[in-house]
């Protein structure tokens, strides 16, 4: 299983970015949860966005009404799709996923790898 994150960049405060993650090797349908990390220098891994196969979404407080996540089932894609980014939202971004017999609370069987976002101010 394959993910590739894209889409990341370098945007002004207040501006917009939309990451995807692009997923192979499996069906779609059977990663149960995928979600996005992201990592600051020198700060721990934070878990940003969930979303479930069902759509069920959930959000770290510091991005609530901020960052929508949503599933393309016919692209086999999710999106992060971020809004009035700050410049602690700097970080780079990771997705991740699940396989449906995951014993993972938070999405881990699956990475991709890192996109930088760099929000200045």
């Known amino acids: 299983v394959q993910l590739q994150a894209s889409g990341g960049g370098l945007v002004h405060a207040g501006g917009s970015l939309r990451l995807s993650c692009a997923t192979s090797g499996t069906r779609f349908s059977r990663l149960s949860l995928i979600g996005w990390y992201r990592q600051a220098p020198e700060k721990q891994r934070e878990l940003v966005a969930t979303?479930?196969?069902?759509?069920?979404?959930m959000y770290a407080d510091s991005v609530k009404g901020r960052f929508t996540i949503s599933r393309d089932n016919a692209l086999n894609t999710v999106v992060l799709q971020m809004n009035s980014l700050r410049p602690d939202d700097t970080a780079v971004y990771y997705c991740?996923?699940?396989?449906?017999?995951?014993?993972?609370?938070?999405?881990?069987?699956?990475w991709g790898q890192g996109t930088q976002v760099t929000v200045s101010s």
């Open positions: 979303i479930t196969r069902d759509g069920t979404a």
């Open positions: 991740a996923a699940n396989r449906l017999s995951s014993t993972y609370y938070h999405p881990t069987d699956y």
